[in-house]
């Protein structure tokens, strides 16, 4: 439920209790004054100031993710995704923190397997007008990962970062003890035979000891598991691929026609690692 998620909330500039007030339209509001209004789609930008200087997806790049998603090629790891957050959303109440949420694919996933609240965070307005649809019943933030979270200590039973920026000092202060963090990155491999002609970047091999020496300040490392997910993609879809990752930001409209103009399709295997951290 919304309430228990906003109940998860804290307000971005004193740090006091955040209340919803339903309104002409719905507020996000802290005894001190501080307001932050819900945009027509329903997300809530909490960034106040000057913004952020990191460069967010833009609004073609988001439309990219979200027709690739939309077409369940990676439907294989939103299951495998829920079905890792299950275990630790059991408790009544439960809240999930899906950071770097996208366009809330693995967040509705992991909701619908668990029934717990959601909170989704990007720093993409772009991005949370999707998931705000998608998510309706989260609570979609624009937010930055690498500031302090919007969030009260110890009031999430999970986080979910899906290729995303990881802030392991933020997510231990936020999740409640015994609470697990899953986080998926690509392995060696991954995508290999589009990524050499779509110009991303090819994942080289020590990002899982890297991940693991990231996180150990703050978390023992739990399990992990590899999955293999094998794709058949006609031009435009992987055009779409190529566009979506980061890679995206640098990508040239030319290569992005030259790949969709491809014809017949293109067999290749997305290799994903989900690992799964617990606060220690
Ligand atoms: C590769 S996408 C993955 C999105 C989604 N988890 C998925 O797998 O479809 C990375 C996401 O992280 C977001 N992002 C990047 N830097 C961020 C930051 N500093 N704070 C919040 N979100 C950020 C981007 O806007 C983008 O939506
Ligand atoms: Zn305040």
């Given at each position: 439920?919304?309430?228990?998620?906003?109940?998860?909330?804290?307000?971005?500039?004193?740090?006091?209790?955040?209340?919803?007030?339903?309104?002409?339209?719905?507020?996000?509001?802290?005894?001190?004054?501080?307001?932050?209004?819900?945009?027509?789609?329903?997300?809530?930008?909490?960034l106040?100031?000057?913004?952020?200087?990191?460069?967010?997806?833009?609004?073609?790049?988001?439309?990219?993710?979200?027709?690739?998603?939309?077409?369940?090629?990676?439907s294989?790891l939103?299951?495998?995704?829920?079905?890792?957050?299950?275990?630790?959303?059991?408790?009544?109440?439960?809240?999930?923190?899906?950071?770097g949420?996208?366009?809330?694919?693995?967040?509705?996933?992991?909701?619908?397997?668990?029934?717990a609240?959601?909170?989704?965070?990007?720093?993409?307005?772009?991005?949370?007008?999707?998931?705000a649809?998608?998510?309706?019943?989260?609570?979609?933030?624009?937010?930055?990962?690498?500031?302090?979270?919007?969030?009260?200590?110890?009031?999430?039973?999970?986080?979910?970062?899906?290729?995303?920026?990881?802030?392991?000092?933020?997510?231990?202060?936020?999740?409640?003890?015994?609470?697990?963090?899953i986080?998926?990155?690509?392995?060696?491999?991954?995508?290999?035979?589009?990524?050499?002609?779509?110009?991303?970047?090819?994942?080289?091999?020590?990002?899982?000891?890297?991940?693991?020496?990231?996180?150990?300040e703050?978390?023992?490392s739990?399990?992990?598991?590899?999955?293999?997910?094998?794709?058949?993609?006609?031009?435009?879809?992987?055009?779409?691929?190529?566009?979506?990752?980061?890679?995206?930001?640098?990508v040239?409209?030319?290569?992005?026609?030259?790949?969709?103009?491809?014809?017949g399709?293109?067999?290749?295997?997305?290799?994903f690692?989900?690992?799964?951290?617990?606060?220690?």
């Amino acid at each position: 439920m919304l309430s228990d998620a906003v109940a998860a909330l804290r307000c971005p500039v004193c740090q006091g209790v955040l209340q919803l007030r339903q309104g002409q339209q719905q507020t996000l509001a802290c005894e001190a004054g501080h307001q932050f209004d819900a945009a027509k789609q329903g997300y809530f930008n909490l960034l106040t100031g000057k913004g952020t200087v990191f460069e967010a997806d833009s609004a073609d790049m988001v439309a990219a993710r979200y027709r690739f998603l939309d077409a369940g090629h990676y439907s294989g790891l939103a299951q495998a995704v829920a079905a890792a957050a299950a275990g630790s959303l059991q408790r009544p109440g439960a809240v999930v923190l899906d950071a770097g949420t996208g366009t809330g694919h693995y967040l509705r996933a992991v909701l619908e397997r668990s029934g717990a609240s959601g909170i989704g965070v990007d720093i993409s307005k772009f991005a949370l007008r999707r998931a705000a649809r998608l998510n309706p019943e989260a609570a979609n933030l624009v937010w930055d990962i690498w500031r302090p979270l919007p969030m009260m200590d110890n009031t999430a039973d999970v986080v979910t970062v899906v290729f995303a920026p990881r802030n392991p000092a933020e997510f231990a202060r936020v999740l409640r003890p015994g609470g697990s963090l899953i986080v998926v990155t690509p392995r060696p491999g991954h995508l290999a035979e589009i990524a050499a002609r779509a110009g991303m970047l090819s994942i080289e091999d020590g990002k899982e000891e890297r991940l693991v020496d990231s996180m150990r300040e703050y978390f023992d490392s739990g399990t992990s598991q590899n999955l293999d997910l094998p794709l058949t993609l006609s031009g435009p879809e992987v055009a779409d691929l190529a566009y979506m990752g980061p890679a995206g930001h640098h990508v040239q409209r030319e290569e992005l026609a030259e790949l969709a103009a491809v014809e017949g399709s293109v067999a290749t295997t997305a290799k994903f690692r989900i690992s799964e951290f617990a606060v220690s």
